[in-house]
């Protein structure tokens, strides 16, 4: 079981907008940033989004996302097929677990 | 160009031991922490160790505490992961990362396959 928490699957239609949530606790996207990881079937993971809300260079604008709380969310604008991947944020743990943590991931189908 | 080329997986038996590396080039190595990830076959993302830029700090995982060492080579540019007293659940793809603390995993290798299997 991993210590942030993602719906296991989304889906949405070409051109929608989707949202992934990732749920966390104080020790972690409490108190501190979340990144979030894109991993296309086979492939290693690609960062995507970091310190919250930063796009690495060469990602979409398409890509946005944001933290609240112990919450955080990845939304994609403008869904495309090439976006059918699985997702997994991530967050630095002050706790012993830590120091990093991951969310159990969830898999974006493109209908 | 940043490249990370890790190598070193196989097939190995419950108890045993296995050393895997990871060659990096396109960036100054001695710069930058680094990480190993893992990823259960069909499952999602596991933070496994990280070390500092000069190897004076090191964490892990607490189910792999006492069995992995990370450690790194800042002259040939590679970090390895030596892993004893392997179990079944150890069984993953392990990529080495470029850690960026809170920026985050920016550069991942291909991985390697580790298999603990009788």
């Known amino acids: 079981q991993s210590v942030l928490t993602q719906p296991p699957s989304a889906s949405g239609t070409p051109g929608q907008r989707v949202t992934i949530s990732c749920s966390g606790s104080?020790?972690?996207?409490?108190?501190?940033?979340v990144n979030w990881y894109q991993q296309l079937p086979g492939t290693a993971p690609k960062l995507l989004i970091y310190?919250?809300?930063q796009r690495p260079s060469g990602v979409p604008d398409r890509f946005s996302g944001s933290k609240s709380g112990t919450s955080a969310s990845l939304a994609i604008s403008g869904l495309q097929s090439e976006d059918e991947a699985d997702y997994y944020c991530?967050?630095?743990?002050?706790?012993?677990?830590?120091?990093?943590?991951f969310g159990g991931g969830t898999k974006l189908t493109v209908l | 160009e940043v490249q990370l080329v890790e190598s070193g997986g196989g097939l190995v038996q419950p108890g045993g031991s296995l050393r895997l590396s990871c060659a990096a080039s396109?960036?100054?190595?001695?710069?930058?922490?680094m990480s190993w990830v893992r990823q259960a076959p069909g499952k999602g993302l596991e933070w496994v160790a990280n070390?500092?830029?000069?190897?004076?700090?090191?964490y892990y995982v607490d189910s792999v505490k006492g069995r992995f060492t990370i450690s790194r080579d800042n002259a040939k540019n590679s970090l390895y992961l030596q892993m004893n007293s392997l179990r079944a659940e150890d069984t993953a793809v392990y990529y080495c990362?470029?850690?960026?603390?809170?920026?985050?995993?920016?550069?991942w290798g291909q991985g390697t396959l580790v298999t603990v299997s009788s």
């Open positions: 990362a470029r850690d960026r603390r809170v920026r985050g995993f920016d550069y």
């Open positions: 396109g960036f100054t190595f001695s710069s930058y922490w």
């Open positions: 070390i500092k830029q000069d190897g004076s700090e090191k």
């Open positions: 104080s020790s972690n996207i409490g108190s501190n940033t």
């Open positions: 310190s919250n809300n």
């Open positions: 991530a967050a630095w743990d002050d706790s012993l677990n830590g120091p990093w943590v």
